[in-house]
């Protein structure tokens, strides 16, 4: 049953309810400091206060200006979601608000701004004329959609726990896409790219930081060189601890150099230059995709550098452990994608490293018998091929 709370001389309607795991609490101001006028405003509340419970807000005469009838207030998807995105801020990564802003506003371009949130169910997800099927025909991959069915149904879930603006929760699946190999660029692939002759060599440096680093695409604008570290924050890292990436000297200036170039474009006036440094470069590297035709049967970006570190370092080190450390995994289940791909194959695609490997076959047998996470001493990390060290 609803209660009267009085604060700073104000009444206010308190409602409370039982969200699945602990009771939740609204206040409706009542908007007078007259305890009988309470009394009236708050009889009002508990005629409705199951369809308050249920989601449905209304306007009473004393919230209106120019006073009149209750009304139902009907909350729009547009509304529901521009509340959802300020509840995020602090909470979760920028980048994190910023996937979801893409994925709900492709909900809104399908579903409509206008559409009631408390009609919205899984059909419209599922269905076949739902979210899913109009994507797919818009030929949205199955990767992406996935993607932003994840932030949908965040989204979702919070529209029904926290906020109780829907009755029921919307359950829906993601789409089976299997588990795809990681698309690492191979030793060929490499060289090419830093001999393109119309690429400024800053674009190859940033490509080299990324594959003898194996940072994610935006980690070196948003973490900061302490020493021989490159730290990205706990508030800032993806898993969600403290990302530690040891850098050599060379690493450092090249560092240095992507985060001059993102505060560039701070002092030129752009409200983003973190995201803006991010997207040039990976601008950078879909041109350079489509120059050398490197899509060729497998999909390339700047998340491949990446995906190259973690080929590279596998087969360098025999220790998956060590390069789920290195590469900021969250589990160990993670890296052994890599090991999808046979040793010998990744010796072909990358035949500078085997002089580089010491003891195979004492290496095989360590990482088998393996099950703490230790560094492998059988191993050695070298410095890279020669012929990209003038960069």
Same mark, same amino acid.
């Given at each position: 049953?609803?209660?009267?709370?009085?604060?700073?001389?104000?009444?206010?309607?308190?409602?409370?309810?039982?969200?699945?795991?602990?009771?939740?609490?609204?206040?409706?101001?009542?908007?007078?400091?007259?305890?009988?006028?309470?009394?009236?405003?708050?009889?009002?509340?508990?005629?409705?206060?199951?369809?308050?419970?249920?989601?449905?807000?209304?306007?009473?005469?004393?919230?209106?200006?120019?006073?009149?009838?209750?009304?139902?207030?009907?909350?729009?998807?547009?509304?529901?979601?521009?509340?959802?995105?300020?509840?995020?801020?602090?909470?979760?990564?920028?980048?994190?608000?910023?996937?979801?802003?893409?994925?709900?506003?492709?909900?809104?371009?399908?579903?409509?701004?206008?559409?009631?949130?408390?009609?919205?169910?899984?059909?419209?997800?599922?269905?076949?004329?739902?979210?899913?099927?109009?994507?797919?025909?818009?030929?949205?991959?199955?990767?992406?959609?996935?993607?932003?069915?994840?932030?949908?149904?965040?989204?979702? @879930?919070?529209?029904?726990?926290?906020?109780?603006?829907?009755?029921?929760?919307?359950?829906?699946?993601?789409?089976?896409?299997?588990?795809?190999?990681?698309?690492?660029?191979?030793?060929?692939?490499?060289?090419?790219?830093?001999?393109?002759?119309?690429?400024?060599?800053?674009?190859?440096?940033?490509?080299?930081?990324?594959?003898?680093?194996?940072?994610?695409?935006?980690?070196?604008?948003?973490?900061?060189?302490?020493?021989?570290?490159?730290?990205?924050?706990?508030?800032?890292?993806?898993?969600?601890?403290?990302?530690?990436?040891?850098?050599?000297?060379?690493?450092?200036?090249?560092?240095?150099?992507?985060?001059?170039?993102?505060?560039?474009?701070?002092? @030129?006036?752009?409200?983003?230059?973190?995201?803006?440094?991010?997207?040039?470069?990976?601008?950078?590297?879909?041109?350079?995709?489509?120059?050398? @035709?490197?899509? @060729?049967?497998?999909?390339?970006?700047?998340?491949?550098?990446?995906?190259?570190?973690?080929?590279?370092?596998?087969?360098?080190?025999?220790?998956?452990?060590?390069?789920?450390?290195?590469?900021?995994?969250?589990?160990?289940?993670?890296?052994?994608?890599?090991?999808?791909?046979?040793?010998?194959?990744?010796?072909?695609?990358?035949?500078?490293?085997?002089?580089?490997?010491?003891?195979?076959?004492?290496?095989?047998?360590?990482?088998?018998?393996?099950?703490?996470?230790?560094?492998?001493?059988?191993?050695?990390?070298?410095?890279?091929?020669?012929?990209?060290?003038?960069?």
């Amino acid at each position: 049953m609803a209660s009267l709370k009085q604060m700073r001389g104000k009444y206010y309607s308190r409602v409370r309810q039982w969200n699945g795991v602990k009771q939740i609490e609204r206040l409706i101001p009542l908007k007078t400091s007259n305890k009988t006028d309470a009394r009236i405003r708050q009889a009002q509340i508990e005629k409705v206060e199951k369809d308050i419970k249920d989601g449905i807000e209304y306007d009473f005469p004393w919230l209106k200006k120019n006073g009149g009838r209750t009304t139902i207030k009907v909350r729009t998807l547009q509304s529901v979601v521009d509340e959802y995105l300020d509840y995020r801020i602090g909470k979760v990564r920028p980048s994190t608000i910023n996937r979801d802003r893409i994925s709900l506003n492709q909900l809104i371009k399908v579903l409509k701004s206008n559409a009631p949130i408390n009609k919205i169910n899984y059909t419209h997800i599922e269905g076949n004329k739902g979210f899913i099927r109009i994507m797919l025909n818009r030929g949205y991959s199955i990767t992406g959609l996935n993607i932003s069915l994840r932030h949908i149904r965040t989204f979702f @879930n919070w529209c029904y726990k926290k906020t109780r603006y829907i009755k029921e929760e919307i359950h829906f699946d993601k789409l089976n896409e299997g588990r795809p190999l990681p698309r690492y660029l191979n030793e060929q692939e490499l060289n090419q790219i830093y001999s393109l002759a119309w690429l400024d060599d800053f674009y190859k440096r940033a490509f080299y930081f990324y594959e003898h680093t194996g940072c994610r695409a935006i980690e070196p604008f948003i973490g900061e060189l302490i020493g021989d570290w490159l730290i990205v924050d706990v508030e800032q890292s993806k898993s969600k601890f403290v990302r530690q990436i040891q850098l050599n000297n060379r690493l450092k200036e090249i560092l240095l150099e992507m985060q001059a170039f993102r505060d560039a474009y701070a002092k @030129n006036g752009s409200t983003k230059p973190i995201e803006a440094a991010y997207y040039k470069i990976a601008k950078m590297m879909r041109k350079v995709v489509k120059s050398l @035709n490197l899509s @060729n049967g497998k999909k390339i970006s700047l998340k491949s550098f990446r995906h190259t570190f973690g080929i590279k370092q596998v087969t360098l080190t025999g220790n998956i452990y060590q390069v789920s450390r290195d590469m900021g995994h969250s589990h160990v289940t993670t890296t052994q994608i890599y090991l999808q791909y046979p040793e010998q194959r990744r010796l072909y695609d990358f035949p500078s490293l085997k002089h580089l490997i010491i003891d195979t076959e004492n290496i095989r047998l360590n990482a088998i018998r393996d099950t703490h996470f230790r560094d492998t001493d059988n191993r050695s990390f070298l410095n890279a091929p020669q012929q990209i060290d003038n960069l």
